[in-house]
C-alpha cells in the first residue's frame, strides 16, 4: 500500500534559535568554565591548607579528592538523569548544588564542612556532558562543531583560568574569598542557564536505575580513591590493593547488572560499540597528558632560582604563565569547527594529539625561562583543544539522541579517570626523584623531564587508539536508533522503512545541513540525521505506523509533514510546502 502524507502542525521539537543559537552557546560555555573553575580553585593554596584547616597533611588532601571523586560519579549519573528528566533541569540543579557547596566553605574553616562543600562543587561537573546534549538537540547543525568544541573545552579553559586569577586573589585577600568568587559566578551560571537556555525535547524512556547509579558511585570511588591516596598510603598497603580489589568485584557485578537491566544507567553494548570504545580510551589518555601539565609547569616556575633550576617567580606569575592554556583551547573552537567540517573528527583528534606531543617533546628544550613556559602551555593548549573538541563528536554520531547525556557523561568520566592516572603516577614519579634542598625535598628536573615523557608516551597510546577509529563522512550522519519498547527493531539503512529525501527552499534552492528528524506521534525522537550539502538525506523509521519528519535550519522555520510507513507497495514521493522551506522524502520500501 502506498504511503500517504497527511499536513501536520509542527512541532516545538526540535527548535532552530534564531541567531542559531549563539546565546545559548555562550551560556552553556561559561556555565562549563564555572564547573571546571572548581577542580583547580584551591590549586594556589593547597601546600597552606593544614594550617588553614587546623589539620595535618594527609587529612588536608580530602579537600581536593572530594570534589575529583565526586565530579567523576556525577558525570555518568547526571547525564541519564537528563536524558530521562530533561537537560535543562538536570544542569540548573548542577548549579544550584554547585554555588550550595561554594557558600558552604565560604563560611567554614572546620575540615569536615569544608570537605562536604567541595564534594557538592565537584558534583557540579555533570553539567558538562548536559551542556552538550542541550547543544545536540536544540541547535542547527551548522552550529554543532564550533558549539561542542567550546563546551567539550570547557574543562581545560576552566582550569587555565582559574589559576592566575585564584593565585591573585589568594595573594590579596583571605582565602574564603576564592568561594565567594565561586557562589558568585554558579549564581550568574545559573541564572543565565535558566533564562536563556530553552529544555532539550529529547527524552528517553524507561525509569533511572537507582541500584546501577550506588553501584557505579561505590566502585568508582573504591577505583579512583586508592589512585589520589596510593602514594601516601603505600601501593603494596592492605588499603590500597583491598580498595582495588574491591573496585574490581563491585564494577564487575555493576556491569552484569547493566547487561541484564532493561532500563541501564550506562548502555554497556552501546559503549563497546567501536567507535564509543576507542573514543573512550583515547579519552583516558588525553587526560593524563591535560594533566601532566598542570602538575609539572606551577612548580618550575615557582621552585627557588637557587636549586639552579627553579625560576623562582611567584605564584600569580605561575598562574599566568598557565593561561595560555585555557586561552589557546577556548580560541582553537572555530579552527575545529572548519577542520572537522572538511576531514571529520577523527582527523582533528589525531591532529590534536600531534600538536599535544608536539608541545610536550619541544618542552623538554624550553624550561629555563617563565616565558618558555608560557609558550609550552599556548602550544599544549592548542592540542588538546582540538582533541578535546573532537571526543563529543565522535560519541555523538555513534550513540542514539535519547542517550547522549549518558554517553557523554562516560566520556567525561574517562577524562577524569586520565586526570587521576596522572596525579597518581607523576606525583610518585617527582616524589621518587626529589632532591634535598634547604633540609627538604624538592622536585628535580629529571623529574619534571621523565612527566613530559610520560605525558607523550600516554599521547602516543591515543594516537596508536585513534588510528583504528573508523573515518566518516563529514556532514552526513547516520544513525539507527535503538526501538522503543514496544516497537518492532529498526531496519537498516536501505530496509523496509528507510526514508530518504531532500530538504530545498520555497524557490527549489538545497537546503544544505539542514536538521531532519523523526518522531513519533507523541514526541518521542526515534532516528536524527543531518542533511549533506546537496539538502539530501536517509534515515530509518522504527517500523511501520505514523511518524513525523521534521526538518530545521538556521533561518528556516522548522517544517514537519506525517508519513505512514508499512513496507509495502510502490514508494510515492511526498512534499510539504510551509513559509520558506520545502521538505521532500521519497519514502524507500
Known amino acids: 500500500m502506498p504511503q500517504v502524507p497527511d499536513r501536520a502542525p509542527v512541532p516545538e521539537a526540535p527548535p532552530s534559535p534564531s541567531g542559531g543559537g549563539r546565546g545559548i552557546v555562550a551560556v552553556l560555555a561559561f556555565a562549563g568554565i564555572t564547573v571546571a573553575v572548581m577542580q583547580t580553585l584551591l590549586v594556589p593554596v593547597i601546600k597552606d591548607l593544614p594550617v588553614l584547616l587546623g589539620t595535618s597533611v594527609a587529612d588536608a588532601t580530602w579537600v581536593m579528592t572530594a570534589t575529583l571523586l565526586a565530579g567523576a560519579v556525577a558525570t555518568p549519573v547526571m547525564g541519564r538523569l537528563g536524558d530521562l528528566y530533561g537537560k535543562k533541569l538536570l544542569l540548573l540543579l548542577c ?3 554547585m554555588v550550595g557547596g561554594s557558600v558552604l566553605c565560604a563560611l567554614t574553616s572546620d575540615l569536615v564542612p569544608m570537605i562536604v562543600g567541595r564534594a557538592l562543587q565537584g558534583f557540579a561537573m555533570g553539567a558538562i556532558p548536559l551542556g552538550i546534549g542541550i547543544m545536540r538537540d536544540v541547535l542547527p547543525a551548522e552550529r554543532l562543531p564550533s558549539a561542542m568544541a567550546l563546551m567539550s573545552s570547557s574543562i581545560g579553559v576552566g582550569g587555565g583560568l582559574a589559576l592566575p586569577a585564584a593565585a591573585l586573589i589568594a595573594q590579596h585577600a583571605d582565602w574564603h574569598a ?4 565561586a557562589a558568585v559566578l554558579g549564581t550568574a551560571a545559573f541564572l543565565l542557564a535558566w533564562r536563556v537556555c530553552p529544555e532539550s525535547p529529547v527524552r528517553a524512556e524507561g525509569r533511572f536505575d537507582l541500584p546501577g547509579a550506588l553501584g557505579l558511585a561505590v566502585g568508582l570511588v573504591c577505583l579512583l580513591l586508592p589512585v589520589t591516596k596510593g602514594a601516601e598510603w603505600g601501593w603494596s598497603a592492605p588499603s ?75 605564584m600569580v606569575v605561575a598562574g599566568l604563565c598557565m593561561a595560555p592554556l585555557g586561552l589557546t583551547m577556548m580560541l582553537v573552537s572555530p579552527l575545529y569547527a572548519r577542520l572537522s567540517t572538511r576531514y571529520g573528527p577523527r582527523a582533528t583528534l589525531l591532529l590534536g594529539m600531534a600538536v599535544i606531543m608536539l608541545g610536550y617533546g619541544g618542552g623538554q628544550a624550553l624550561l629555563s625561562a617563565a616565558w618558555q613556559t608560557a609558550v609550552i602551555a599556548a602550544v599544549l593548549g592548542a592540542g588538546i583543544g582540538l582533541a578535546y573538541s573532537s571526543l563529543p563528536a565522535l560519541i555523538i554520531g555513534a550513540v542514539d539522541p535519547r542517550e547522549t547525556g549518558a554517553a557523554n557523561g562516560l566520556n567525561t568520566l574517562m577524562r577524569s579517570v586520565g586526570t587521576s592516572l596522572s596525579s597518581a603516577v607523576i606525583g610518585m614519579v617527582l616524589a621518587r626523584t626529589a632532591v634535598p634542598f634547604g633540609g627538604v625535598e624538592l622536585p628535580s628536573m629529571t623529574g619534571f623531564r621523565l612527566a613530559f615523557l610520560i605525558a607523550t608516551g600516554a599521547v602516543a597510546v591515543g ?43 520555497a524557490d527549489g534552492t538545497p537546503v544544505a545541513r539542514a536538521n531532519v528528524t523523526l518522531l513519533t506521534p507523541g514526541g518521542v525522537q526515534t532516528a536524527r540525521t543531518t542533511a549533506d550539502e546537496a539538502g539530501a538525506f536517509r534515515l530509518t523509521a522504527p517500523g511501520p505506523g505514523r511518524h513525523l519528519l521534521v526538518a530545521s535550519a538556521s533561518g528556516h522555520a522548522p517544517h514537519a509533514l506525517t508519513v505512514h510507513t508499512d513496507g509495502a507497495g510502490t ?9 520558506r522551506t520545502r521538505a521532500g522524502a521519497a519514502l524507500a520500501p
Request: charged share 10%.
Open 95 to 97: 548549579l544550584a548544588v
Open 178 to 181: 576564592l568561594f565567594v568568587a
Open 240 to 314: 590500597t590493593l583491598g580498595l582495588f580489589g574491591a573496585g574490581a568485584l563491585v564494577l564487575a557485578g555493576w556491569g552484569l547488572h547493566q547487561l541484564r537491566s532493561p532500563s541501564p544507567l550506562v548502555d554497556l553494548r552501546t559503549s563497546v560499540r567501536r567507535t564509543v570504545l576507542l573514543t573512550n580510551l583515547a579519552s583516558v589518555m588525553l587526560g593524563v597528558a591535560f594533566y601532566a601539565v598542570s602538575l609539572v609547569l606551577p612548580q618550575l616556575v615557582q621552585l627557588p632560582a637557587a636549586t639552579g633550576y627553579g625560576l623562582g617567580e611567584s
Open 463 to 505: 594516537v596508536v587508539v585513534a588510528f583504528f577509529l573508523p573515518a566518516r563522512t563529514p556532514g552526513r550522519p547516520e544513525h539507527v536508533p535503538a526501538p522503543l519498547p514496544g516497537e518492532p527493531a529498526a531496519a537498516t539503512p536501505g530496509g523496509p522503512y528507510a526514508l530518504t529525501g531532500r530538504v530545498r527552499d
Open 571 to 579: 514508494p510515492e514521493p511526498v512534499e510539504l510546502v510551509t513559509g
